[in-house]
């Protein structure tokens, strides 16, 4: 499948491979991702006139063993480093093929630590569990809360996250009960139940993704648990939740690092803001942000690459670690292992029909409604 | 903890019928063609999307969606028997390959048209608490539980009773024989296809309006579908409803007596212990299929 066109990299162009999910479960995390990619492109080019990024995406098809071919191809094709990867469990492989490669491979789309953890000395993460935990701790603790019930996928991310929140909860004296949903599970109102009549907790944090959140607050709503707050982590404090889902989000909290409607006060923002809306014609969502902070960090440590001539030389991750610049995701810097130490998230609120952001204290763009519950 | 069992017992009932009614078109194509349509659940899916585009762009209720969908799914079924339909030899091992093909190229386009977001009703009509005494549940799945069980009657009658129902059921106990009788196997199987799609038009509909659907749930409805037939019998049209009631209350008591991480796994074990004692399933006759 072919990005801004696919071909051989002419000295001034600079080849590079997008692998992202396009098809099967996580098409549309993929499809935001790429969405980012395709902006950081744009911008990238129009602001730089000695380097030009040419992009080659093939789809991975949420599955490991493609991600790994897709990958090798990419590199066959010329590519000199790879933006994407969404699923820890098909990142990993990909990036043990890059690294195989010498290929830089940068992502946002794992939050799996044993991804930096593994010893890969190319690849690069913007985000990572430590800093959604940071934003969930903040606002449990802001709200003060002493009892909370954890729902949570099985699935690898999602139960790292759930797993490590539950012993800080703990750490700290709160009242934990964890409830763990195998991801095919349709029907949340036994777990709700359970949450109602056993639990009794304050609040639930729901730990998961849209359709897990749906149903749990669907089912929430059905069996009206006596609860604060229904606090989710990411994909759910979106504009895409807000506009598809208007009766079940009021009140519910999220991970966020914009408000919506996105305000962008650098210029930075600005020109993603302007790119994404000329090209997609619709409101810019953290899928988009993270494609593109990564993107962009890497098509910035590939020109300078490039200016000095290590481009083949390791030159990409080189200049990978030199990266300490603000971004629309905060400050990035990568550690030893890649992982950007940095990482805060953000945590939003929607409030009539808009998401709005309450902790930290400093970007906050609005009140809390506490307690806030959709019914 | 008695308040926790019955909520259990009550949710893993409706739960049931909703397994139910995606399960019976699969056990129905699979017992009277040995077939095995692993495209099924995509079946499922496409109507379950025509419903959130009739919501979506009319602003209709879901229920309203199901002319259209009846139209479009039953064409789908029909498409799908024209390909099912040229296989010669080993037709439930070669249906298997052919309609997992299909199922592939009905996510992809489910994907194209749709998009990959997740999709659910916004009527707040369907969603909303339907309380008998101590019993919670949306009204969508009151309302689809008792359409379920019109339809396991509705497709029972139908096989019992019809003239191309006895048809169906003379293809597959002895086509051949059907053949001298002056029944057209093709035809006949044809039929069925459609019965298949018009039950699949109800799922749709009934999912849309109680989960959430998003382009790669189609795979999952075939299994769950497919587990719910061979658990009830090959053949057996009540026992489908019994098998799927039995895995939605498996599955409920097991979250709220154990964890809910072993729903899945409970379905599999209630599945294989009962296909170990009864390798015929729970209803279905020794040579039913001559």
Known sequence: MGGFGAGVAHADELLVGVEVPLTGTLARVGSGMQEGIMVAADVFNKANTKHKIKLITIDDESAPAKAIAAVEKLASQGALAITGGYGSNNIAPAADAASNLGLVYVTSGGVDDSLVNSGRKTFFRINNTAGYQKALLG??????????????????????????????????????????????????????????????????????????????????????????????????????????????????????????PATFKTADGKAFDAAYRAIYKKEPDYLGQFGYVQSMLLFEAMARAADKGTLKKNGIAEEMRKTDRETLIGQVKFGSNGDNQNFSQHMGQHQGGKVVIVWPQEATTGKINFPGVPW | MTELILQALYSGLLQGGSYALIALGLALVFGSMNVINLAHGELVLLSAYIAYTVESKLGWNPVFSIPVALVVVCLASVIVYSVVGRIKKNREINSLILTYGIGVILTNAILLIWKADVRSTGSSWLQEAFVVGPFYSMRSEVLFFAVSIVMIVGLWWWL???????????????????????????????????????????????????????????????????????????????????????????????????????????????????????????????????
């Open chain 1, 139 to 260: 606002l449990l603790s802001d709200m003060n809360a002493k009892s909370v019930s954890i729902i949570y996928s099985t699935k690898e991310a999602p139960a790292g996250l759930a797993k490590d929140l539950q012993a800080s909860l703990k750490a700290k004296g709160v009242v934990v009960v964890a409830h763990p949903f195998d991801p095919a599970i349709t029907d949340f109102k036994p777990i709700i139940n359970k949450v109602k009549l056993q639990d009794k907790s304050e609040i639930v944090t729901m730990v998961g993704y849209e359709n897990d959140y749906v149903g749990i607050l669907r089912a929430a709503r059905v069996l009206k648990p006596n609860v604060k707050a229904m606090i989710g982590v990411w994909s759910l404090a979106t504009p895409k939740m807000a506009a598809d889902f208007p009766d079940l989000m009021p009140n519910v909290y999220g991970t966020a690092v914009l408000p919506f």
């Open chain 2, 160 to 290: 019992s009773r019809s003239w191309y129902g006895r048809a169906v059921r003379a293809v597959s106990s002895n086509r051949d024989a059907a053949k001298l009788m002056g029944i057209d196997p093709r035809y006949t199987e044809l039929v069925s296809f459609v019965v298949a799609g018009i039950l699949a038009t109800f799922a749709g509909v009934a999912l849309f309006s109680y989960g959430v659907i998003s382009p790669e749930v189609g795979n999952t409805l075939t299994v769950k579908a497919f587990i719910i037939t061979v658990l009830a019998g090959i053949g057996s049209i009540p026992g489908v409803l019994i098998a799927a009631v039995l895995l939605g209350i498996a599955e409920a008591l097991t979250v709220t007596l154990a964890s809910s991480a072993l729903q899945e796994l409970s379905s599999m074990a209630l599945f294989l212990l009962v296909l170990f004692i009864m390798p015929n399933g729970l209803f279905g006759a020794k040579g039913r299929r001559g």
